[in-house]
């Protein structure tokens, strides 16, 4: 079965647009670094390849568009006609031979010039040739442009068409414009035609899909018909002749008998003697529709001898189908689309009638004799007698038994609340699931207090047992874990020690307190340099009085305070003699200092001396100098990985590259990838 698809055909691209592909591409795809020093060869080498590479994607591009566009004579007569009908096939072909002829030009073209590359005797002259051989490629592209814009309508319009299979079981509908048609496709099928209540709504063919005894039938709405002569129909009216011409089909032909249409039933009988030479081997029915309007008995008797003789040429097909002439069923019928009456006995009427037709033609062909040699039927006969009931054990039977019980006595949720008047009046009850030593208790309504107790309280009988337990495990946990600040046992401190180390708890609660005040006046409490403090909470002297308090001599600890709070832009002392350790009046003369500490010494300092990074600070927790060192030695290998692992952020200073190198170094050369 040939299957016609024209929505996978490629987009034609205009004159402009092609030349642009093919140029771009042979500039991407080809070497475009040449020097006037390479030898002739080469150059000769590399202009031939340029003209050869154009050549072979214009000749791919424009044979796909020959190739893919369907050739009307090998196609189905159904399809060729339709495309002569919406196109005309002159112009069609026309311009394929353009699009082939342009393709042999540029063949031509590329072969001549190549030639003459060969005999290129310079850079300039063998550029030159490259030119005027691109140049005339693009010339012929460019002379064929309304031939591409040609077909790309086509294209897109052919796109569109619906997907018909001529070798299908198909069901055609035809008659007068606004007969019902469009409605009667939208009723059996999942089709979607629009439908107004005036003529030539539907404009093109359109396909639904519909099943009858599990095959699958094809059904085609045809546009409205008029009686006038074939050569004044037009294109929407050709659509449908083309379609009853080509097509194996049962036709339903529509007849308004109600007249709303327009057309009267002598204007509707006179188009279907018209074309009834299109009717023939193809079963017939005529479907008398809008019953609803005016039943078929209701009509003049003018109106029922033209009926009637409609009704004679249907029967006609029939006997050329092989069936008895008093057999009339099948052959005229009566529906309403609006209700829907008698919808589905048409459908099922044109399917019989087709899939009966088709079994014949099948059993007259030469096909069905190979066929039926494979096939063997065996008829059994009765040996004797005697009657043999399946035998099936007890054991299957019970179980059978059983599973048909369950399923009468089992009654779902959904069960009980249908019965009991549904979602919203029946409430399911939690209760009936409780596992209570009396039924009957279920339902019963559970008190919250009684004789002044709370009933929760006393719900498990060992909870004042289980309490116990718990508060004992808890103290454990507590002595095993111990609190997460530093406590000292107050059994093996001395009395003096106690005081302390109440002193300390207390101090250390009113520092939590000033802190968290503090904290939460931070954002409106301004910044008050250290000597407007009126307060004079941090003073060396307090600080001395607290250590002398603990038992710590506080003069290292005072000495250091004030040599770290070294006033700024202090004036320039005076040195001192090498022997005047107290710093005396004598005026400092203009002679070198007695040593390097002392010149340290007579300095001004804008600002406290820096601490060498390896000099230990009490607090730090090093024994010495070299301690220390070797601790930073080792956190900088630490973080050495990380930091060559590490990456370029929003917020790192980047210096752009102004020139990538992979947009202004040229194209590499052939088998070298060293730049990547």
Not at 414 to 430: C, M, Q
Request: hydrophobic letters at 35%; aromatic letters at 6%.
């Amino acid at each position: 079965m040939v299957q016609y698809n024209f929505k996978k055909m490629t987009v034609v691209p205009n004159g402009k647009d092609f030349i642009d592909i093919i140029l771009s591409r042979t500039q991407r795809q080809t070497p475009t670094v040449v020097h006037k020093g390479y030898a002739i060869s080469r150059l000769r080498q590399f202009y031939m390849r340029k003209v050869k590479y154009t050549q072979q994607n214009f000749h791919e591009k424009l044979s796909t568009i020959i190739d893919e566009f369907p050739r009307l004579d090998d196609i189905h007569p159904f399809y060729g006609d339709l495309l002569h009908v919406l196109y005309n096939k002159d112009h069609f072909k026309l311009a394929l031979g353009q699009i082939n002829s342009a393709r042999t030009l540029i063949g031509k073209i590329s072969k001549d010039y190549v030639k003459l590359l060969k005999y290129g005797n310079s850079l300039y002259r063998c550029k030159c040739l490259k030119v005027a051989a691109l140049g005339r490629m693009c010339t012929v592209i460019k002379r064929i442009g309304p031939s591409l814009a040609y077909l790309e309508q086509i294209r897109q319009h052919m796109a569109r068409l619906p997907s018909i299979d001529p070798n299908t079981r198909t069901v055609l509908i035809c008659g007068y414009p606004n007969v019902g048609k469009s409605s009667f496709i939208n009723k059996i099928t999942r089709a979607d035609v629009d439908v107004q209540p005036y003529a030539f709504t539907t404009k093109s063919l359109f396909v639904g899909h519909t099943d009858y005894k599990y095959l699958r039938y094809q059904v085609i709405d045809t546009p409205g018909i008029l009686d006038r002569p074939f050569e004044d129909r037009n294109i929407i009216e050709m659509c449908s002749i083309t379609a009853l011409a080509h097509l194996r089909a049962a036709v339903l032909f529509f007849l308004d008998i109600s007249g709303s249409c327009g057309y009267n039933i002598a204007q509707q009988a006179s188009l279907f003697h018209s074309i009834k030479s299109l009717f023939m081997n193809k079963p017939l029915i005529i479907v008398c529709n809008k019953t609803d309007l005016q039943p078929l008995e209701g009509i003049s008797e003018e109106d029922k001898k033209l009926v009637a003789e409609m009704k004679n040429e249907a029967m006609k097909t029939v006997i050329g189908q092989g069936g008895e002439a008093t057999n009339d069923e099948g052959v005229l019928l009566t529906m309403s689309t609006l209700t829907e009456e008698g919808v589905i006995s048409v459908k099922n009427a044109a399917c019989e009638r087709l899939l009966n037709q088709r079994v014949e033609l099948k059993m007259k062909s030469k096909k069905i004799n190979e066929c039926l040699n494979r096939f063997h039927v065996a008829l059994p006969k009765q040996r004797d007698s005697k009657e043999r009931p399946p035998c099936i054990p007890q054991a299957v039977l019970e179980a059978k038994s059983k599973q048909a019980a369950e399923k009468e006595k089992r009654s779902t949720e959904r069960d009980l609340e249908n019965e009991n008047g549904g979602a919203g009046v029946y409430s399911s009850s939690l209760k009936k699931h409780y596992i209570l030593a009396n039924d009957e208790w279920k339902e019963d309504v559970m008190p919250e207090i009684l004789d002044g107790y709370n009933v929760c309280d006393f719900v498990d009988p060992d909870i004042f047992h289980r309490l116990k337990e718990l508060e004992r495990e808890e103290g454990l946990r507590h002595e095993e874990q111990g609190d997460d600040d530093f406590e000292m046992d107050a059994l093996k401190l001395t009395p003096e020690e106690q005081g302390m180390l109440s002193e300390i708890r207390k101090k250390r609660s009113k520092f939590i307190q000033q802190h968290r005040i503090k904290k939460s006046t931070a954002e409106s409490r301004p910044i008050v340099p250290r000597k407007f403090d009126k307060d004079r909470e941090f003073t060396t002297k307090r600080m001395g009085r607290q250590l002398t308090k603990l038992g710590i001599d506080p003069t290292m600890a005072i000495n250091r305070a004030r040599s770290r709070s070294v006033s700024r832009g202090r004036k320039r002392e005076r040195s001192v003699d090498g022997g005047d350790t107290d710093g005396g009046d004598a005026m400092d003369m203009d002679v070198d200092a007695p040593n390097k500490k002392q010149r340290m010494l007579s300095r001004s300092h804008s600002r406290s001396r820096s601490r060498p990074p390896i000099e230990v600070v009490p607090g730090e927790g090093f024994k010495d100098s070299s301690q220390k060192a070797k601790a930073i030695k080792k956190a900088r290998k630490s973080n050495m990985m990380r930091n060559k692992n590490a990456r370029r952020g929003e917020a790192d200073r980047v210096i752009p590259t102004l020139k990538p190198k992979h947009l202004f170094s040229g194209k590499r050369s052939i088998g070298k990838t060293q730049r990547r």
